[in-house]
């Protein structure tokens, strides 16, 4: 009710992505300017190795990171997944509320070495162990309105290190996994149909996606996107200075 009674008054309105502008637009018939939540990577002179790092070397790395590390974002699936495929570890660096069921499900299982997880890290340490893996994954479902139409800022430090993407469908992640042709996205969050997807994604290997992540980098980037924020805080205060 407050956002009804606020939002048709507002003359300057900005939102984090095509699909939630699309619905204030549907809902009080005004877009907003979309900007999206680019990180700007630090820059990284060296990467640390895996070795540095004390991840295995001679394992396939699949990662899925951030401090949104919830419930519904399909990684108990992701456990299930890693614990049928061989030669391959889930990485798991960050925070959230199904961390600690994520905990007891992997020792339940004996999955230890399986699964690594790593606490929260500072941003520029994160992307060391993105860097270092070979696939990023994120598989939000899409039963709420908020995953629904999510677009994690992991998507675009995955971009950033030039990791290959496994995404479930939600409409923005993969919008854009598509579009630039970064990986597979998955149609459901069955175990084995998630295995699936990991398991030819080690056999493709990051070579046939090479070209989509550099496409996509040099499109989706903060150097880019800051510009849209600029223009409006630009407009916003010329406006102020005119009355």
């Known amino acids: 009710s407050i956002e009804s009674s606020i939002f048709p008054k507002l003359r300057n309105v900005f939102t984090v992505n095509d699909s939630i502008a699309t619905l204030y637009e549907k809902d009080y018939g005004k877009r907003p300017i979309v900007f999206r939540n680019i990180s700007m990577p630090p820059k990284i002179e060296s990467w640390k190795t895996r070795a ?133 996205v998955v149609a459901d969050y069955k175990p084995e149909s998630l295995a699936e997807a990991m398991q030819a994604m080690m056999r493709q290997g990051k070579e046939p996606f090479k070209a989509g992540l550099e496409k996509a980098a040099e499109n989706l980037n903060w150097d880019k996107e800051k510009q849209v924020l600029v223009d409006f805080y630009g407009k916003l205060k010329k406006e102020i200075s005119h009355g």
Do not use: W
């Open 52 to 184: 540095e790092l004390g991840l295995p070397e001679n394992k396939f790395i699949f990662i899925n990171q951030g401090s949104g590390m919830n419930v519904d974002r399909g990684l108990e699936e992701a456990v299930a997944a890693i614990s049928t495929i061989e030669n391959a570890v889930l990485l798991l660096v960050g925070s959230g509320d199904a961390i600690p069921n994520l905990k007891k499900q992997v020792k339940n299982k004996n999955l230890e070495d399986k699964v690594i997880f790593v606490d929260r890290v500072p941003y520029a340490e994160l992307l060391h162990y993105t860097h270092a893996a070979d696939v990023g994954i994120t598989f939000d479902k899409d039963n709420n309105i908020n995953y629904k139409y999510s677009l994690p800022n992991k998507l675009f430090d995955y971009i950033y290190c030039g990791l290959p993407v496994i995404s479930s469908r939600v409409i923005e992640v993969a919008g854009i996994v598509k579009r630039f042709k970064l990986g597979i």
